[in-house]
């Protein structure tokens, strides 16, 4: 049977602290991990090669924690080592991340030493992150904001100056759409996403009067997946590369939708009835759109309707009829492009309910019985 070996290690720092010890073996797998609230330790290892970190167990952002050092160590069957560790005082690493020249709160920043070593932290509130006891030497700092844009800074952190600042600005960039119908009239309303292709992220965007606009975004390549409006087809639309700090102005064309209009009369008092459901069902008699009508009694429906045929539509008394009443008008044909005008459609006349006058009743006094 092989005898273990046996490392004692004292462990020295400038200050106060909880020491933790983390010993991997040359694989790189992380065999045991322990805190040392006396700076002692004793373990008790097979035969090999480790390599034991210490580091202060203090949280990355706490201001007084140590910077933390490592040995490696070839162990032999029944060895006996003495091991003194050394915990150093370096100067923190303070940064602000930035995006358009405004602080980027709760922005996560990836730290990589040079000796493979990594940690993660984010920044608060005014985009400023702090990061203490990181070991002496070059760093590579990657910003990561809300939108998944990235920044690389390179920093050096030695133990002989009072503190490294850092400034990290993520790139971005604009996107404007002009939304227009093939016969050059901008769409009035329409919403949609623009879809970043490489990493599928999606950022709203609103068009108003045919103009819409997002800003902030990673550069890369994206499509502008529009949802169906009422008049006007919805569809994907690839817009290109964007690149940073530029304002990119792309002109899609979008085509017509196929429209149903009408108006609902009373047919007691021929004034349009207030939101009245109009339904469209498909041969089938499934319900393929559904509205209300206006004040006025009028209705439009055309969300995404493209060319087809045998379709009806059904319209319902409103919240004014006591008696719910329906009429179809069947075998409407659409085509992609055009309004289709069904004309005043009559509601005939419903029940009027007679409600019995409200009974009086009297109060009477019955006289007290004693028991």
Same mark, same amino acid.
């Given at each position: 049977?092989?005898?273990?070996?046996?490392?004692? &290690?004292?462990?020295?720092?400038? &200050?106060?602290?909880?020491? @933790?010890?983390?010993?991997?073996?040359?694989?790189?797998?992380?065999?045991?991990?322990?805190?040392?609230?006396?700076?002692?330790?004793?373990?008790?290892?097979?035969?090999?090669?480790?390599?034991?970190?210490?580091?202060?167990?203090?949280?990355?952002?706490?201001?007084?924690?140590?910077?933390?050092?490592?040995?490696?160590?070839?162990?032999?069957?029944?060895?006996?080592?003495?091991?003194?560790?050394?915990?150093?005082?370096?100067?923190? +690493?303070?940064?602000?991340?930035?995006?358009?020249? +405004?602080?980027?709160?709760?922005?996560?920043? #990836?730290?990589? #030493?040079?000796?493979?070593?990594?940690?993660?932290?984010?920044?608060?509130?005014?985009?400023?992150?702090?990061?203490?006891?990181?070991?002496?030497?070059?760093?590579?700092?990657?910003?990561?904001?809300?939108?998944?844009?990235?920044?690389?800074?390179?920093? $050096?952190?030695?133990?002989?100056?009072?503190?490294?600042?850092?400034?990290?600005? $993520?790139?971005?960039?604009?996107?404007?759409?002009?939304?227009?119908?093939?016969?050059?009239?901008?769409?009035?309303?329409?919403?949609?996403?623009?879809?970043?292709?490489?990493?599928?992220?999606?950022?709203?965007?609103?068009?108003?009067? &045919?103009?819409?606009?997002?800003?902030?975004?990673?550069? !890369?390549?994206?499509?502008?997946?529009?949802?169906?409006?009422?008049?006007?087809?919805?569809?994907?639309?690839?817009?290109? =590369?964007?690149?940073?700090?530029?304002?990119?102005?792309?002109?899609?064309?979008?085509?017509?939708?196929?429209?149903?209009?009408?108006?609902? +009369?009373?047919?007691?008092? !021929? @004034?349009?009835?207030?939101?009245?459901?109009?339904? +469209?069902?498909?041969?089938?008699?499934?319900?393929?759109?559904? $509205?209300?009508?206006?004040?006025?009694?009028?209705?439009?429906?055309?969300?995404?309707?493209?060319?087809?045929?045998?379709?009806?539509?059904?319209?319902?008394?409103?919240?004014?009829?006591?008696?719910?009443?329906?009429?179809?008008?069947?075998?409407?044909?659409?085509? $992609?492009?055009?309004?289709?005008?069904? !004309?005043?459609?009559?509601?005939?006349?419903?029940?009027?309910?007679?409600?019995? =006058?409200?009974?009086?009743?009297?109060?009477?006094?019955?006289?007290?019985?004693?028991?």
């Amino acid at each position: 049977m092989t005898a273990p070996a046996v490392v004692h &290690g004292t462990i020295e720092a400038p &200050g106060p602290c909880v020491a @933790l010890l983390t010993w991997s073996d040359h694989t790189g797998r992380v065999v045991g991990r322990r805190r040392s609230r006396d700076l002692t330790f004793r373990l008790t290892l097979v035969p090999g090669r480790y390599r034991v970190d210490v580091e202060d167990d203090r949280p990355l952002a706490d201001p007084r924690r140590h910077g933390g050092t490592h040995v490696v160590l070839d162990l032999r069957p029944g060895d006996v080592l003495e091991q003194p560790l050394q915990l150093e005082k370096v100067a923190p +690493l303070r940064g602000v991340v930035e995006a358009d020249e +405004l602080p980027e709160r709760h922005a996560r920043v #990836h730290v990589r #030493h040079e000796d493979g070593r990594s940690w993660e932290l984010r920044t608060d509130a005014h985009g400023r992150f702090l990061a203490a006891g990181l070991p002496a030497g070059a760093l590579t700092l990657t910003a990561y904001d809300a939108r998944r844009s990235a920044c690389v800074a390179e920093v $050096t952190v030695a133990a002989d100056r009072p503190e490294t600042f850092v400034r990290i600005d $993520t790139p971005t960039a604009t996107v404007a759409v002009r939304l227009t119908l093939p016969d050059g009239v901008a769409v009035p309303a329409a919403q949609g996403n623009l879809v970043d292709t490489r990493t599928g992220q999606q950022h709203p965007i609103r068009v108003r009067d &045919g103009v819409g606009a997002v800003s902030g975004l990673v550069p !890369g390549c994206y499509d502008l997946v529009l949802a169906p409006s009422r008049g006007v087809l919805g569809g994907t639309f690839a817009l290109g =590369p964007v690149a940073v700090d530029a304002m990119v102005v792309t002109e899609v064309v979008v085509e017509r939708s196929a429209v149903v209009t009408g108006r609902v +009369l009373d047919g007691a008092t !021929g @004034l349009g009835l207030l939101a009245a459901p109009v339904s +469209l069902l498909d041969a089938d008699g499934t319900e393929l759109e559904r $509205t209300r009508t206006d004040s006025r009694g009028h209705f439009v429906l055309g969300r995404d309707l493209r060319t087809a045929g045998e379709l009806t539509v059904v319209v319902s008394g409103g919240p004014e009829r006591r008696h719910v009443q329906r009429v179809a008008i069947a075998d409407v044909e659409v085509r $992609t492009g055009r309004r289709v005008d069904l !004309g005043a459609i009559v509601l005939p006349a419903s029940c009027t309910a007679h409600w019995s =006058p409200r009974l009086h009743v009297t109060a009477m006094t019955l006289p007290a019985t004693r028991v």
